[in-house]
């Protein structure tokens, strides 16, 4: 039986070395996905969770009510059954009216509405990031660019003099963001005054992938931050047809290939002799810039799970650096005895950049580290289009193959 107590322990306490991540948990104060460190759970509401800077801001709010004497309502409405117009009551002069109209936008603002910080469970991701440069999008705050649910429906665009104090809320979660992007962002080696080495060092020791449970986390990862810019260039959109998608979320642009392609599937269903082909997955990656992949590699048993992933994990931090990310998953269940690691590329159209990390892995897992040689190389587009092997189009999953020296 494995001891997985010292990662349980480890992951319920902040730490400058590494970040939590949730895994497909969106905040829904500010819509940022997935939320970055602290996540809070309503334990009225079946699904409402909040990041950190939404968490405070709706203490603020709340405390704002309270001191402008509002009189509490009866418990609001769920989401998803707010009157129309109720807008318009933000901007009432009766305090009472106000605030019964903010809490039909916001249910969770009612202090009825209690919230548990989420310290365990398998949504998420642990974080190393490889440098200490401070970050913007996901990799930095999460995506928390939005005002925050609470903040934003106390503050009228038309009306700044009537509602400075509704802004109040907001303004103190912007300046928390600003912490957020000096102290979370910059954790990375180059963090405190560990080394880069020592720091990376005390990351694998603590978060053994043999000693994790997926129970407790689904991957460790390390990681590059992520360039300030998500626009479009030369080399990331492949075959330059992606412009139609420029400006969109990479959720934006996977429904939109999805829905895309989920046409494709029916016109080749009704179109005789009409085969769908991985040209047409290529095109859809290139159209809507879904262009990442990654090697995966696989370990038989903890003992090359560990030895395999701090080989990666040191490639990836050298410089000059093997790739942006790497992942290796958790323990599964105690019958399975099996991970697999992930060594991600931009773009996998640029087939001299997913050899030359190829080569990379073959240089650092030398001498025998995995039973398991394979080395497979999948596109994340595959993935996002539910393309699995012995698929209905008889695809293959894995675009590139190669075998560990």
């Avoid at 262009?291 to 490639?315: P, Y």
């Amino acid at each position: 039986m494995s001891d997985y107590t010292g990662v349980r322990e480890a992951l319920r306490h902040e730490s400058p070395l590494w970040r939590i991540e949730h895994l497909d948990i969106t905040c829904d104060g500010c819509l940022c996905e997935p939320i970055i460190g602290a996540r809070f759970k309503c334990t009225v509401c079946e699904d409402i969770d909040l990041c950190g800077a939404c968490m405070r801001a709706l203490v603020a709010a709340r405390l704002k009510m309270a001191q402008e004497g509002a009189a509490m309502p009866g418990l609001p409405r769920r989401q998803g059954q707010r009157p129309r117009k109720w807008v318009a009551k933000l901007h009432s002069r009766d305090l009472t009216e106000k605030w019964a109209a903010l809490q039909t936008a916001v249910p969770c603002l009612h202090p009825s509405h209690q919230f548990q910080k989420v310290v365990d469970g398998p949504e998420r991701a642990v974080v190393f990031l490889a440098d200490g440069q401070p970050a913007s999008g996901n990799i930095a705050t999460g995506g928390c660019s939005s005002q925050p649910a609470a903040a934003a429906g106390a503050a009228g665009p038309q009306q700044q003099d009537e509602q400075q104090e509704e802004q109040q809320a907001s303004q103190e979660v912007q300046a928390e963001r600003g912490r957020c992007a000096v102290n979370g962002s910059s954790r990375g080696i180059n963090g405190g005054s560990s080394s880069s080495s020592s720091a990376l060092g005390e990351f694998l020791s603590t978060f053994r992938p043999s000693a994790a449970s997926c129970r407790d986390v689904a991957w460790i990862i390390v990681a590059h931050p992520e360039p300030s810019s998500e626009q479009p260039s030369s080399s990331s959109s492949g075959s330059g047809n992606g412009s139609a998608s420029a400006g969109l979320s990479l959720e934006q642009r996977v429904d939109a290939a999805v829905e895309e392609w989920e046409l494709k599937v029916q016109q080749a269903a009704f179109g005789p002799g009409r085969r769908l082909t991985a040209a047409d997955v290529d095109a859809l990656a290139a159209k809507h810039r879904i262009l990442k992949g990654k090697w995966m590699l696989f370990a038989r048993s903890g003992a090359e799970a560990d030895a395999a992933w701090a080989a990666v994990a040191k490639a990836v931090c050298a410089e000059p650096r093997l790739c942006d990310s790497a992942k290796v998953s958790s323990a599964g269940p105690e019958a399975d005895g099996s991970w697999v690691l992930c060594v991600y590329t931009e773009n996998y159209h640029d087939s001299e950049d997913v050899q030359r990390v190829c080569r990379g892995l073959q240089r650092a897992l030398r001498g025998g580290l995995l039973q398991d040689r394979r080395l497979l190389y999948k596109p994340d587009v595959y993935t996002h289009l539910g393309i699995y092997s012995k698929n209905q189009w008889q695809l293959k999953p894995t675009v590139f193959e190669a075998r560990l020296l």
